[in-house]
């Protein structure tokens, strides 16, 4: 399994960015997918979760209405579109692949991780 | 403040037994939630240690084990080893706790 991420940089308070995630090595569409991230020095946070078909999705609260998951199984790869971005998104943002194509809160898991986008927002 | 309490910090002399909790709730690990268990070596991304309360994964040194009970869960690393200094952290749901660095004196 590999996940590799892309996308991080620096963005303003208030601005758009989108992260990819290139997967290759396991069959795409076989696994919901995940966006983990990782504030400077704190721990790590679960952000949105999407199914194996792309049609069940999740989000933590504190991204909810700003952050869009989705994927095209076709390019096995991952997106999450992030709005209204603030000062409090800056991270290490992580892909991470779920066990299953469906999404069971009680069996929720991240098996693979990638390396890893920086994201900082900033003015 | 996590939902998953974990203690900040644990330290353990090579070859010693160090055990790390993850404190709950009903709504989490006691509503019968799987408990895993990452290892974050220093500026590395995480990696599944723990899945499924007990499971290793393939690669996984046996000296780690996992066990839960009621509300909580715990990680027991016998017989430490220098490489094993990283951050670890717990997940049941949609939550992480708030990680435990393990220091190998």
């Known amino acids: 399994v590999q996940l590799v991420e892309s996308g991080g940089g620096l963005v303003q308070p208030g601005g758009s960015l989108r992260l990819s995630c290139a997967a290759s090595?396991?069959?795409?569409?076989?696994?919901?997918m995940s966006w983990v991230r990782q504030a400077p020095g704190k721990g790590l946070e679960w952000v949105s979760v999407?199914?194996?078909?792309?049609?069940?999705?999740y989000y933590a609260d504190s991204v909810k209405g700003r952050f869009t998951i989705s994927r095209d199984n076709s390019k096995n790869t991952l997106y999450v579109q992030m709005n209204s971005l603030t000062v409090a998104d800056t991270a290490v943002y992580y892909c991470?692949?779920?066990?299953?194509?469906?999404?069971?809160?009680?069996?929720?898991?991240?098996?693979?991780w990638g390396h890893g986008t920086l994201v900082s927002v900033s003015s | 403040q996590s939902v998953l309490t974990q203690p900040p910090s644990v330290s353990g002399a090579p070859g010693q037994r160090v055990t790390i909790s993850c404190t709950g709730s009903?709504?989490?690990?006691?509503?019968?939630?799987?408990v895993n268990w990452y290892q974050q070596l220093p500026g590395a991304a995480p990696k599944l240690l723990i899945f499924?309360?007990?499971g290793r994964p393939s690669g996984a040194p046996d000296r780690f084990s996992g066990s839960k009970f009621g509300t909580s869960a715990s990680l027991t690393i016998t017989g430490l080893q220098p490489e094993d200094e990283a951050d670890y952290y717990c997940?049941?749901?949609?939550?992480f706790g708030g990680g435990t660095k393990l220091t190998v004196l």
């Open positions: 991470a692949q779920n066990p299953d194509q469906g999404i069971s809160a009680r069996r929720f898991r991240f098996d693979s």
């Open positions: 090595g396991f069959t795409f569409s076989f696994s919901a």
């Open positions: 999407i199914s194996g078909d792309g049609g069940t999705t």
């Open positions: 009903s709504s989490n690990i006691g509503a019968d939630y799987d």
């Open positions: 499924a309360n007990n």
């Open positions: 997940q049941s749901g949609w939550v």
